[in-house]
């Protein structure tokens, strides 16, 4: 399929998918979540904010919460093609990762106790229960949720992906050489979770039911240090972005 390319440079930190058309971009280089019509490779409008945006979850199909520099979290509402900021939440500092699971977030960070669970206005409601095996976690960097409740987490630190359960309880780990430097991960099904192999250039397809680690992409598809990636379950597509670059690379899969 025909790649986007964005008029700018861009910093692509993360992407979601919020309707058939239309991707959610965390450009951390602009300092701004832009919103882009991956019909026409065409940005529809953008937000600025006041510091870097990293990761980025979608609440529900009209909210977005994103990342921004080291202990916030920005609500933005997609609206008519729009942008528009809601309130903005202080969490723990060196937030990394952020996923939204059953009106709750699950935020991941660069030191104990790696993974928090918040409410929508920001109250802690659990913290990762450090008694458990918390080898499994030194750089937790990407997360994302299953329509089950199960959240996944990339780990860059460990080179592992870990699951927990919607209340932080530490369910299993997957190892393998096809996960080198694992970034961005999403959820097509419950047992399709889609990660970016920075080092090995591809994208894997773990299947946690089996314990099956495979390579869906990789270079031959012109897949070059994945980063963030994004699924559109109407559309089918795989939105697949490096750092540093203004180039998506857009994907049909089952």
């Given at each position: 399929?025909?790649?986007?390319?964005?008029?700018?440079?861009?910093?692509?930190?993360?992407?979601?998918?919020?309707?058939?058309?239309?991707?959610?971009?965390?450009?951390?280089?602009?300092?701004?979540?832009?919103?882009?019509?991956?019909r026409k490779g065409r940005l529809l409008?953008?937000?600025?904010l006041q510091?870097?945006?990293?990761?980025?979850?979608?609440?529900?199909?009209?909210?977005?919460?994103?990342?921004?520099?080291?202990?916030?979290?920005?609500?933005i509402q997609v609206k008519d093609k729009t942008l528009i900021p809601g309130r903005a939440l202080t969490v723990g500092k060196y937030v990394l990762g952020i996923t939204s699971s059953r009106n709750t977030l699950v935020v991941s960070y660069r030191k104990k106790p790696w993974l928090e669970k918040v409410s929508m206005d920001g109250k802690v409601l659990k913290q990762f229960d450090m008694r458990q095996n918390s080898e499994h976690f030194k750089f937790p960097h990407y997360i994302c949720t299953t329509p089950d409740g199960s959240v996944f987490i990339s780990d860059q630190?460990?080179?592992?992906?870990?699951?927990v359960d919607g209340s932080?309880?530490?369910?299993?780990?997957?190892?393998?050489?096809?996960?080198?430097w694992p970034d961005g991960i999403t959820a097509v099904r419950e047992d399709q979770i889609l990660v970016c192999s920075y080092y090995n250039h591809s994208i894997v397809l773990l299947q946690p039911s089996t314990n099956t680690v495979s390579t869906l992409l990789g270079k031959e598809d012109e897949i070059l240090n994945p980063y963030s990636l994004t699924y559109c379950p109407d559309?089918?597509?795989?939105?697949?972005?490096?750092?540093s670059t203004e180039i998506i690379n857009v994907y049909q899969i089952a």
């Open positions: 399929m025909a790649d986007l390319r964005l008029d700018e440079e861009a910093y692509i930190a993360d992407m979601a998918a919020v309707t058939p058309g239309t991707i959610l971009i965390s450009n951390g280089m602009k300092k701004c979540v832009q919103l882009l019509d991956n409008c953008e937000v600025q510091d870097e945006p990293g990761r980025m979850c979608l609440t529900d199909r009209n909210t977005a919460a994103v990342c921004v520099g080291e202990d916030e979290i920005q609500m630190g460990t080179q592992m992906i870990t699951q932080l309880n530490l369910l299993q780990t997957f190892t393998s050489s096809l996960l080198k559309e089918k597509k795989l939105f697949v972005a490096s750092p």
